[in-house]
C-alpha cells in the first residue's frame, strides 16, 4: 500500500512539473495560409511586427508575428527579407508585406492574397497604400552583373496585374502622398567634404513607373534618417549632418513650390555618442495638427511647429531598453506605439517585450501589453532582426 501511495505522489509530481513546464514554455504554433486566409483573422489584432535574418544568412528566414489585445503572439513563417517592412491600412482594411519571392496580403474582407513576384528580392526598402486601395512595394535591388547602374524595383497592382518597373538609383529617402511616390536618391562624390549630390524624384505607377526630376542640391557629409512626410506642399524627413567631431539631428525641409531645402536642428551630440541617439528606424518622425514630431534613440521626443518652425524637447519616454534591445515605432494621429525586446547583454537572451502607447498630447503612456511567449520565441530564432511594426487597432 505505501508503495502504491509513493507511486502515486510520483505521478502526480511529474504531472505538476509537466504542467508546471508547458506554462513556462509555451509551444508557439506557426501559423498556416488557411488560418490568414480567415477574414475575420485581423477583428482582434493588436499590431503586426515584421523580422528576418540578413541577406548573407542562407537559406534566409523571416517571421510576421501577429500581437492581439490579450498579448498573445502568431507568428507566420516566410522566406525573409532584409530591411522588410510591413503596413496596415485603415481604408482597405489589410496588412501587406512580403518575403524575398511573395507579397501578402491579409485582408479583413477577403482574407490572404498570396502573389508571386517575377524575381528575387533581398533587401526591402518601401511599402505604402495607394488611393486605390492597392498597395506597392520598393526594393533595394543593387547592381546587376554586367550592369554599373544601382537599380531599386518598384512592383504594384494595376487592374489586378501585378506590375514591375526599375528606378534608375540608390534610394536615400522616400515617401507617398495622393498617388505620388517621392524619392531622394543620393550620389556620393567622395571628396574631402563628403559631399553628396541629392535629386528628389516624383513617381507616378500606371502602365509603367513615370519618373520625373524635380530638383538637386549638393549636402557635406548627410544622411537621411526616416522617410519623408508629405505636409501642405513640404516634405519633411530627419538627417544627420557631421561636422568635425559633432553630430547634428535635423529636420529637413524641402518646400515643392520654391524647389528649396532648409535644415531645422533638433539637438547635437559629440559623434561618439552618435550611435546611442540613432533612431529606432525610418518612422521617426510623425505629424499631427501642425506639430511634427520626431524621436531619437535615447527616447526624447522633440516638436517642430510646421507654421514657425520653432523646435521643443518635449518629454522623454521610459522603458526597459538598451541599445542592444529590439525597437521599432509606429504613429497614429496623437499617438506613438513603441515596441520593444529587452536583450540581456550579458545573458544574450530576451528576456521581456511589450508595446506600449503614448498620447502626444497629454505626453503620458496610456497603455501597456505585455507580450507573452514573444522572448521565448526570438530567443529561439536567434538569427532574426526586428525590422519594422504596424498598428492594426
Not at 71 to 98: M, N, R, W
Not at 109 to 131: E, I, P, W
Not at 155 to 182: A, C, M
Not at 276 to 300: Q, V, W
Request: with cysteine.
Amino acid at each position: 500500500m505505501r508503495k502504491m501511495w509513493l507511486l502515486l505522489i510520483g505521478v502526480i509530481l511529474c504531472i505538476s512539473v509537466f504542467v508546471w513546464f508547458m506554462t513556462k514554455n509555451p509551444t508557439t504554433q506557426i501559423l498556416t495560409e488557411e488560418q490568414l486566409d480567415d477574414p475575420n483573422f485581423l477583428e482582434d489584432k493588436l499590431a503586426v511586427l515584421y523580422y528576418s535574418t540578413t541577406m548573407d544568412t542562407t537559406p534566409g528566414k523571416g517571421f510576421v508575428v501577429f500581437v492581439d489585445e490579450e498579448g498573445t503572439i502568431y507568428p507566420y513563417q516566410t522566406k525573409g527579407l532584409e530591411l522588410g517592412s510591413v503596413t496596415y491600412s485603415d481604408e482597405v482594411g489589410a496588412v501587406f508585406f512580403q518575403d524575398e519571392s511573395h507579397d501578402y496580403v491579409v485582408s479583413k474582407s477577403t482574407g490572404l492574397t498570396k502573389r508571386k513576384r517575377d524575381k528575387k528580392q533581398y533587401t526591402g526598402d518601401f511599402v505604402a497604400a495607394k488611393d486605390d486601395d492597392t498597395f506597392f512595394s520598393i526594393f533595394n535591388t543593387g547592381i546587376p552583373d554586367g550592369s554599373s547602374e544601382y537599380q531599386s524595383d518598384i512592383y504594384w497592382e494595376q487592374g489586378n496585374e501585378l506590375k514591375q518597373d526599375t528606378l534608375p538609383f540608390y534610394i536615400d529617402t522616400r515617401g507617398v502622398h495622393s498617388n505620388v511616390i517621392y524619392l531622394i536618391a543620393a550620389n556620393p562624390l567622395n571628396d574631402e567634404k563628403m559631399s553628396v549630390d541629392f535629386t528628389l524624384h516624383q513617381v507616378t505607377l500606371s502602365d509603367k513607373a513615370e519618373t520625373k526630376q524635380m530638383m538637386s542640391w549638393n549636402e557635406a557629409d548627410a544622411y537621411p534618417l526616416s522617410h519623408l512626410i508629405y505636409h501642405d506642399h513640404h516634405l519633411y524627413y530627419m538627417t544627420l549632418f557631421h561636422e568635425q567631431d559633432q553630430s547634428y539631428f535635423k529636420i529637413g525641409d524641402i518646400d515643392l513650390n520654391k524647389k528649396t531645402v532648409t535644415y531645422h536642428e533638433l539637438f547635437a551630440t559629440n559623434s561618439e555618442l552618435e550611435q546611442d541617439y540613432l533612431p529606432y528606424g525610418r518612422k521617426s518622425i510623425h505629424i499631427h495638427d501642425d506639430l511634427l514630431y520626431a524621436i531619437d534613440g535615447k527616447g526624447n521626443i522633440y516638436t517642430m511647429a510646421l507654421k514657425t518652425k520653432q523646435i521643443e524637447k518635449n518629454f522623454n519616454i521610459v522603458e526597459n531598453i538598451n541599445p542592444a534591445s529590439f525597437v521599432k515605432v509606429d504613429w497614429k494621429d496623437e499617438q506613438l506605439f513603441l515596441y520593444y525586446s529587452h536583450l540581456n547583454e550579458k545573458e544574450e537572451v530576451f528576456e521581456q517585450s511589450a508595446i506600449v502607447i503614448y498620447d502626444l498630447l497629454t505626453r503620458e503612456k496610456t497603455q501597456t501589453y505585455e507580450i507573452e511567449g514573444l522572448d521565448d520565441f526570438l530567443n529561439k530564432h536567434h538569427q532574426v532582426y526586428a525590422y519594422d511594426i504596424a498598428f492594426i487597432k
